[in-house]
């Protein structure tokens, strides 16, 4: 062995090897049902603005920014989580936030006033926010680089699984609960029908919470970088790393960050189809969960095994090359189908536009892990979360004034088509320098897990 050789030897830690598939797939798996958990939660208050809005005399404004609770705090959150998630016992992280995001669900069920939901939808997002940077710290030690797709994509899979669910569980209360008016809890008392749905569907979490206090975690692994990509683990070296690489994370987040602002905009929809083509809400709640949970998942498990084959093909910028694909899937047809002149057309556009979120949100985190060296992995996923958060964030924020200042409360329809025209003309023009940006980046980047 020549000096040089003995001395990088002596340099680098000693690698340690990866967890067998079954365990590594097994965590994969709870974490996704947690995941799945979470989504419910998030999603279903979407589903109940019309009666939200009626008990509370809120407008469509008011409901933008209520929807935008969560986002608010889950990405500033999600910074400490990192900081914690990089140094602590992760997977208790995530069985406290699980019950955390499930108690505040149930307390917006409980809530009395305005502010009151506003507060428990900021709970849920301080649970979530433990969730995926811990998730996806976890997967970077138990796979991999060449075979972390699938199952990154498989915990994906959660947000229209869960969505889905959310949808099909939520229309079922409602149709059930208005069939019969108010029901009854224990300790809860006589409950309104969104009530009941919001407590039905918090109360399973605080029993899921304790199966991950019972789960053995993956060994971290030691970080490899060179010195000149980052010298330390700290969030000051994250937040420097980031900086020196400004246009290239500018133009990766607002991609990911115009995906999330759909997304989170289109909890406007099902009041958009009730008041412009007259689908009640337990039919749209219905229809799009059959929809999303026949989509969804196998949409994002493609996408995760065509990233792994391209990877192992040699086509090095892969995951982001399938990023660009679906932003230009999904940014005109969350537009388009607000002006068709049917609910059913424009629901079938509406099922093009879930694959191509499926397709960012599947693969967004796998494109970023190739370019974030392994110490600062879980404070680089927590700042992803935080920007792409805090920016789909203004999603419902624009809608509802639009809505109510611009367009009138009974044409929504054209201020949720307005939200990918507004957000997604910047990311559209910087995609060859973003794209520059990441293969030159990936060229001076050791991967720190190998």
Request: charged share 10%; with cysteine; hydrophobic share 50%.
């Amino acid at each position: 062995m020549s000096g040089d050789a003995a001395a990088d030897a002596m340099a680098s830690p000693p690698r340690k090897p990866y967890p067998s598939a079954a365990a590594g797939w097994f965590l994969v798996v709870m974490l996704t049902i947690a995941y799945i958990f979470s989504f419910v939660d998030r999603y279903i208050l979407g589903l109940l603005i019309e009666p939200i809005k009626a008990e509370f005399g809120l407008t469509d404004r008011s409901i933008g920014w209520l929807l935008s609770a969560f986002t608010l705090v889950y990405g500033f959150v999600g910074i400490f989580m990192g900081w914690l998630i990089d140094r602590g016992k992760r997977i208790w992280i995530v069985s406290i936030g699980v019950a955390l995001w499930s108690l505040a669900t149930i307390a917006t069920g409980t809530a009395k006033n305005f502010m009151q939901l506003f507060a428990a939808r900021m709970g849920v997002g301080i649970g979530e926010a433990t969730l995926s940077p811990a998730t996806f710290s976890m997967i970077g030690d138990s796979f991999p680089t060449e075979k972390r797709g699938k199952p990154i994509a498989f915990y994906s899979s959660a947000l229209p699984v869960g969505a889905g669910l959310a949808s099909l569980l939520s229309g079922a209360i409602i149709a059930w609960t208005a069939s019969g008016g108010t029901q009854s809890l224990p300790l809860f008392g006589e409950l309104s029908p969104w009530r009941f749905s919001l407590i039905l569907v918090g109360l399973p979490g605080l029993v899921f919470a304790l199966f991950f206090l019972l789960m053995k975690e993956p060994a971290r692994r030691p970080a490899v970088a060179s010195a000149d990509v980052i010298s330390g683990s700290g969030f000051t070296d994250a937040l420097t790393y980031i900086w020196r690489n400004r246009l290239l994370y500018l133009g990766f987040l607002l991609l990911v960050g115009t995906m999330t602002a759909i997304a989170y905009s289109q909890g406007f929809l099902a009041p958009t189809f009730e008041r412009t083509w007259g689908w009640s809400p337990q039919k749209y709640a219905f229809v799009n969960g059959v929809a999303l949970l026949i989509i969804g998942p196998a949409n994002m498990l493609l996408m995760g095994t065509i990233s792994d084959w391209w990877t192992n093909k040699g086509v090095k910028d892969a995951s982001l090359r399938l990023m660009y694909i679906g932003f230009l899937i999904m940014v005109p047809t969350a537009s388009i189908p607000l002006f068709m002149p049917s609910a059913e057309l424009a629901f079938f556009i509406l099922c093009i536009n879930t694959v191509g979120i499926g397709i960012v949100s599947a693969i967004g985190v796998t494109a970023l892990l190739v370019i974030t060296p392994a110490q600062i992995r879980g404070q680089i996923v927590a700042i992803y979360y935080l920007s792409i958060s805090w920016f789909g964030s203004l999603g419902p924020i624009v809608v509802g004034e639009l809505s109510s200042s611009v367009f009138g409360e009974d044409n929504i329809r054209y201020a949720v088509a307005a939200v990918p025209v507004i957000f997604g003309i910047i990311p559209f023009l910087m995609m060859p320098l973003t794209r520059r940006l990441y293969r030159e980046q990936m060229a001076r980047l050791k991967d720190s897990t190998e």
